[in-house]
């Protein structure tokens, strides 16, 4: 590979073998050993982490540097660019709330946000907590938010300054600005007021990070002194909290990728046992929200693959309860939805494109809110007052930029209240948005959603980035992205596959890219890039492919699997050593992925279908392209070890030259660095790598 020249020695990790045995079936892993066994206590405290582990992915670091050198130039470009189209000053339109309206800003040259709130009728701007005067002197500073007692006098904020994830709350006087002397460690950040503003409930994570008890603390009160409100003693599951529109209600929300369960505290009664809504039942489904006396329930209860809404009494909110209200459609997705005193709204996918629907509760009327573009991303924010007729909801296309809407749901008024600036200047017509739809093997077609200049040609000579997720459920929007315009002013084609393991063509398209049909995300994959090339929209050996965390997993997949089609591989935090993580249940995140991926400690069928597509176990001897693997070191969701023995292992055992490289973010956790110019730093050197590997330095 010519592109990649003059480079030094690459680090090569030591072999000390570790052996396992399961199902009497032994491996050995030469590199198990990068795995802190302190790992729980490092991600609080990064400057314990083992020397020589600390030396090799030092080594890395150095190498990937020299590797790039001949980017640098290039990444200082890409990064002028990007930070040229972001409205460095830049500020939300604040959201109603009582006698104020609330919102966030950023200053010229500012990192972080700043929360501010301004009189409801108009008035001068109170900055209620400044985020880059929190951060100053931490190499790493995320914010959870800011939560406003009901009364609007105290707001409970939080920071994570290790990206551990763990956070640390704090209660701030919000007329002067001052902090009380009631901290919080440990937490999942934010929490739920008591309506009376004297305590809150909040989520502590325990040392293995998971969300496993709620506390009340009551304000002026130790920590310590903070009474247990539920504790969920399966460790397969998740659990927050959260507080109704109205204030009567705490919600505690406990799930998996699956399986939902409920449980209500009354506001008149804190100290009260929570109240159970519906049992776990394995594979059932529901989220609630309070509307005045009753319950709406989005369920995909009695086979309602796609999800219907029920409804039942506030006082007897049991599954005996629950009466249909909006049916169940097939291929119609209901992915979230809302209640206010005179309207029910949900937000719904119909063939891949969302749509906001508006139900007059009274006399049942429906009307919904769409657009008419090829793709494009809808989001709804709805309000923070139960009794409105305003709702607010965003929309952008690949070629438009986000525009945010108040809507009026009794006259159907939109009232645009601001438009994204691209200060550098952005000419959408300039460019094309399309949606191709890419056949699978099994004679599924696979949406793919596009974005290049007009003058682009389109005989095969582009050069393509193509990204993708195919996990969990999760959609990945056609919205605007700002940062990909740097690729498609160098020629690119800008493409998203919008595989199976999401949903963006409904639950089933999600369910047929999990579990023991995951091989469908990655052939998936790649039979949107043969598509595209077959289209003439790009060529074998010219399409990057772009994912992170479970789409570094496809990236780490498709590698193993078709090597030859690609011109290299961007892989972000990437979870690439599945048997071992999902076999491993002291890890912050193996017992609640089980439902996603399989448990191969009790299943031998997982273990054999999960060790057949794991990227680590199937690392054998090709010819890679050139790979960059990102890793951070405190990430508690894709530990670091996972890219370093991936990337070791890659190295060890590919027949071509190309580089495989690892950059090690030693101060920062899954999402990277955390101000929102540092973190364009880190996709300068990704856009750099892409264009390098492509052949367009």
Same mark, same amino acid.
């Given at each position: 590979?010519?592109?990649?020249?003059?480079?030094?020695?690459?680090?090569?990790?030591?072999?000390?073998?570790?052996?396992?045995?399961?199902? *009497? +079936?032994?491996?050995?892993?030469?590199?198990?050993?990068?795995? /802190?066994? #302190?790992?729980?206590?490092?991600?609080?405290?990064?400057? $314990?982490?083992?020397?020589?582990?600390?030396?090799?992915?030092?080594?890395?670091?150095?190498?990937?540097?020299?590797?790039?050198?001949?980017?640098?130039?290039?990444?200082?470009?890409?990064?002028?660019?990007?930070?040229?189209?972001?409205?460095?000053?830049?500020?939300?339109?604040?959201?109603?709330?009582?006698?104020?309206?609330?919102?966030?800003?950023?200053?010229?040259?500012?990192?972080?946000?700043?929360?501010?709130?301004?009189?409801?009728?108009?008035?001068?701007?109170?900055?209620?907590?400044?985020?880059?005067?929190?951060?100053?002197?931490?190499?790493?500073?995320?914010?959870?938010?800011?939560?406003?007692?009901?009364?609007?006098?105290?707001?409970?904020?939080?920071?994570?300054? @290790?990206?551990?994830?763990?956070?640390?709350? @704090?209660?701030?006087?919000?007329?002067?600005? =001052?902090?009380?002397?009631?901290?919080?460690?440990?937490?999942?950040?934010?929490?739920?007021?008591?309506?009376?503003? @004297?305590?809150?409930?909040?989520?502590?994570?325990?040392?293995?990070?998971?969300?496993?008890?709620?506390?009340?603390?009551?304000?002026?009160?130790?920590?310590?002194?903070?009474?247990?409100?539920?504790?969920?003693?399966?460790?397969?599951?998740?659990?927050?909290?959260?507080?109704?529109?109205?204030?009567?209600?705490?919600?505690?929300?406990?799930?998996?990728?699956?399986?939902? =369960?409920?449980?209500?505290?009354?506001?008149?009664?804190?100290?009260?046992?929570?109240?159970?809504?519906?049992?776990?039942?394995?594979? $059932? =489904?529901?989220?609630?929200?309070?509307?005045?006396?009753?319950?709406?329930?989005?369920?995909?209860?009695?086979?309602?693959?796609?999800?219907?809404?029920?409804?039942?009494?506030?006082?007897?909110?049991?599954?005996?309860?629950?009466?249909?209200?909006?049916?169940?459609?097939?291929?119609?997705?209901?992915?979230?939805?809302?209640?206010?005193?005179?309207?029910?709204?949900?937000? &719904?996918?119909?063939?891949?494109?969302?749509?906001?629907? +508006?139900?007059?509760?009274?006399?049942?009327?429906?009307?919904? $809110?769409?657009?008419? =573009?090829?793709?494009?991303?809808?989001?709804?924010?709805?309000?923070? &007052?139960?009794?409105?007729?305003?709702?607010?909801?965003?929309?952008?296309?690949?070629?438009?930029?986000?525009?945010?809407?108040?809507?009026?749901?009794?006259?159907?008024?939109?009232?645009?209240?601001?438009?994204?600036?691209?200060?550098?200047?952005?000419?959408?017509?300039?460019?094309?948005?399309?949606?191709?739809?890419?056949?699978?093997?099994?004679?599924?077609?696979?949406?793919?959603?596009?974005?290049?200049?007009?003058?682009?040609?389109?005989?095969?000579?582009?050069?393509?980035?193509?990204?993708?997720?195919?996990?969990?459920?999760?959609?990945?929007?056609?919205?605007?992205?700002?940062?990909?315009?740097?690729?498609?002013?160098?020629?690119?084609?800008?493409?998203?596959?919008?595989?199976?393991?999401?949903?963006?063509?409904?639950?089933?398209?999600?369910?047929?890219?999990?579990?023991?049909?995951?091989?469908?995300?990655?052939?998936?994959?790649?039979?949107?890039?043969?598509?595209?090339?077959?289209?003439?929209?790009?060529?074998?050996?010219?399409?990057?492919?772009?994912?992170?965390?479970?789409?570094?997993?496809?990236?780490?997949?498709?590698?193993?699997?078709?090597?030859?089609?690609?011109?290299?591989?961007?892989?972000?935090?990437?979870?690439?050593?599945?048997?071992?993580?999902?076999?491993?249940?002291?890890?912050?995140?193996?017992?609640?992925?089980?439902?996603?991926?399989? #448990?191969?400690?009790?299943?031998?069928?997982?273990?054999?279908?999960? $060790?057949?597509?794991?990227?680590?176990? #199937?690392?054998? *001897?090709?010819?890679?392209?050139?790979?960059? /693997?990102?890793?951070?070191?405190?990430?508690?969701?894709?530990?670091?070890?996972?890219?370093?023995?991936?990337?070791?292992?890659?190295?060890?055992?590919?027949?071509?030259?190309?580089?495989?490289?690892?950059?090690?973010?030693?101060?920062? *956790?899954?999402?990277?660095?955390?101000?929102?110019?540092?973190?364009?730093?880190?996709?300068?050197?990704?856009?750099?790598?892409?264009?390098?590997?492509?052949?367009?330095?």
């Amino acid at each position: 590979m010519t592109i990649f020249k003059n480079l030094p020695d690459a680090p090569r990790a030591q072999k000390r073998p570790t052996e396992d045995v399961r199902h *009497g +079936i032994a491996r050995t892993d030469n590199y198990a050993w990068l795995r /802190a066994d #302190n790992w729980q206590a490092m991600f609080k405290d990064p400057s $314990i982490l083992d020397d020589d582990i600390r030396r090799h992915l030092e080594a890395e670091n150095a190498y990937m540097k020299a590797a790039m050198a001949d980017t640098e130039e290039l990444q200082k470009v890409l990064f002028a660019e990007m930070r040229g189209r972001i409205k460095e000053d830049d500020s939300s339109v604040p959201v109603p709330d009582g006698p104020y309206a609330y919102g966030t800003f950023f200053v010229t040259g500012g990192e972080q946000p700043r929360y501010f709130r301004v009189p409801r009728g108009g008035g001068e701007r109170d900055v209620l907590l400044d985020g880059d005067k929190e951060a100053d002197g931490k190499a790493y500073f995320k914010l959870a938010g800011l939560d406003h007692s009901t009364d609007h006098a105290l707001g409970i904020w939080g920071y994570d300054d @290790k990206g551990s994830e763990y956070f640390t709350l @704090k209660v701030r006087d919000l007329s002067t600005g =001052e902090d009380l002397a009631d901290v919080i460690e440990n937490s999942g950040g934010g929490g739920a007021w008591a309506p009376d503003g @004297k305590s809150f409930l909040y989520t502590e994570l325990d040392d293995n990070h998971r969300p496993s008890k709620i506390f009340h603390h009551i304000l002026g009160t130790p920590q310590s002194d903070d009474r247990l409100v539920y504790e969920e003693t399966d460790p397969g599951f998740f659990m927050g909290v959260g507080a109704s529109l109205l204030d009567d209600f705490i919600f505690i929300d406990i799930h998996d990728h699956e399986t939902s =369960e409920y449980r209500l505290l009354s506001t008149s009664n804190l100290t009260a046992e929570p109240q159970l809504v519906a049992a776990r039942e394995t594979g $059932i =489904e529901y989220t609630m929200c309070e509307g005045g006396d009753v319950f709406y329930i989005l369920t995909n209860a009695d086979g309602a693959k796609d999800f219907k809404i029920m409804e039942a009494p506030v006082t007897a909110p049991g599954r005996d309860n629950w009466r249909e209200v909006v049916v169940h459609k097939p291929g119609r997705l209901i992915l979230s939805h809302a209640a206010y005193a005179r309207h029910l709204i949900w937000l &719904e996918r119909n063939d891949g494109l969302p749509q906001i629907i +508006i139900r007059d509760r009274k006399t049942g009327e429906e009307h919904a $809110i769409a657009f008419a =573009e090829e793709a494009y991303s809808l989001g709804l924010q709805g309000a923070a &007052e139960y009794d409105t007729d305003v709702i607010r909801f965003s929309y952008s296309s690949m070629t438009t930029p986000g525009q945010l809407y108040d809507y009026n749901m009794v006259t159907r008024e939109r009232t645009l209240l601001k438009t994204q600036e691209v200060p550098s200047g952005h000419n959408p017509d300039d460019y094309v948005t399309r949606r191709v739809m890419a056949p699978a093997g099994d004679g599924e077609l696979v949406p793919v959603s596009l974005l290049y200049r007009k003058d682009t040609p389109l005989d095969g000579s582009a050069p393509c980035l193509l990204y993708g997720y195919g996990a969990y459920g999760i959609s990945i929007p056609a919205s605007f992205n700002t940062n990909c315009l740097s690729l498609a002013d160098r020629g690119f084609v800008y493409a998203i596959a919008h595989i199976r393991g999401g949903k963006d063509k409904g639950f089933a398209w999600y369910e047929n890219g999990k579990m023991m049909n995951k091989q469908n995300t990655f052939s998936d994959f790649i039979a949107a890039a043969d598509h595209l090339v077959a289209e003439g929209f790009t060529r074998y050996g010219k399409i990057i492919a772009q994912g992170g965390s479970a789409g570094g997993m496809l990236m780490g997949a498709v590698a193993n699997m078709a090597p030859e089609k690609f011109g290299g591989f961007v892989a972000a935090v990437p979870f690439v050593d599945v048997l071992n993580t999902m076999l491993d249940d002291t890890l912050p995140l193996t017992p609640p992925e089980w439902p996603e991926w399989g #448990n191969p400690i009790t299943s031998r069928e997982a273990y054999d279908y999960i $060790i057949a597509y794991s990227p680590y176990d #199937n690392v054998v *001897g090709l010819p890679y392209p050139p790979i960059l /693997a990102l890793a951070g070191l405190t990430d508690p969701r894709v530990t670091y070890w996972e890219p370093a023995k991936w990337v070791a292992l890659l190295r060890e055992k590919t027949t071509g030259e190309a580089p495989i490289l690892l950059k090690t973010n030693m101060g920062a *956790g899954h999402g990277g660095a955390s101000g929102r110019f540092q973190r364009l730093e880190e996709i300068a050197l990704e856009y750099a790598f892409a264009i390098k590997a492509a052949g367009k330095l």
